[in-house]
């Protein structure tokens, strides 16, 4: 993971943290079904937040321009992700629409996949999630316009504290003739099978 210079941890170090949360839920780090566990933790962390060593946008910079003049809305659905609430470090699970209109050129779908999960692979908030991935696909592929909604269970919510399993969040993030084209913004939304949004 890529780390700012000053504050470098070693894997003892994170490793030691672990035993200590260990020690303060009141359980003993040293019996044998938790004596592996903080090996166990941090090379989960290291998988759970692999996106701070990525950049988003590098995924984008390929793209296609021979592709017979379509110049129609692109639309990736249902991108399943995991993330992590940077209140609680309690996961974030839902699913991503993407969309975009483009101009002369587009992107492998795959390469959307890769953003939303660089993205996610950080500690989050859902909406600071939807701003970023819309954002980038903005600023690389400069389309006419980008779409991204997101629904979410939080688990800082559902396991704790109100204890609501069945509640969902809905964040959405529309740009330039997906913000401003009120027939471009109801395709996308009925699309996503979000029209009522």
């Known amino acids: 993971m890529r780390r700012h210079p000053s504050e470098a941890?070693?894997?003892?170090?994170?490793?030691?943290?672990?035993?200590?949360?260990?020690?303060?839920?009141?359980?003993?780090?040293?019996?044998?079904?938790?004596?592996?566990?903080?090996?166990?933790?941090?090379?989960?962390?290291?998988?759970?937040f692999s996106g701070y060593a990525e950049d988003p946008a590098e995924y984008?910079?390929?793209?296609?321009?021979?592709?017979?003049?379509?110049?129609?809305?692109?639309?990736?659905r249902d991108i399943d992700f995991q993330s992590h609430c940077e209140h609680h470090m309690a996961p974030i699970i839902g699913r991503v629409h993407v969309?975009?209109?483009?101009?002369?050129?587009?992107?492998?779908?795959?390469?959307?996949?890769?953003?939303?999960?660089?993205?996610?692979?950080?500690?989050?908030?859902?909406?600071?999630?939807?701003?970023?991935?819309a954002q980038c696909i903005d600023q690389?592929?400069?389309?006419?316009?980008?779409?991204?909604?997101?629904?979410?269970?939080?688990?800082?919510?559902?396991t704790r504290g109100v204890r609501k399993p069945a509640v969902t969040m809905i964040t959405s993030e529309l740009l330039g003739s997906f913000r401003d084209d009120a027939r471009t913004r109801a395709e996308f939304l009925r699309l996503v099978g979000r029209g009522g949004v």
Do not use: N
């Open 99 to 133: 969309g975009y209109l483009p101009i002369r050129k587009v992107v492998g779908i795959s390469k959307l996949v890769r953003v939303v999960e660089a993205y996610s692979r950080r500690f989050q908030v859902q909406e600071k999630l939807t701003a970023q991935i």
């Open 140 to 158: 690389v592929l400069a389309p006419r316009g980008v779409g991204v909604v997101i629904e979410a269970s939080h688990e800082c919510m559902t």
């Open 60 to 76: 984008l910079r390929l793209t296609f321009e021979e592709v017979g003049g379509y110049d129609e809305m692109i639309v990736l």
């Open 9 to 48: 941890v070693t894997r003892e170090d994170a490793e030691a943290a672990v035993r200590t949360l260990l020690r303060w839920a009141g359980d003993d780090p040293d019996r044998e079904g938790l004596r592996d566990t903080p090996r166990r933790v941090v090379e989960a962390y290291a998988d759970w």
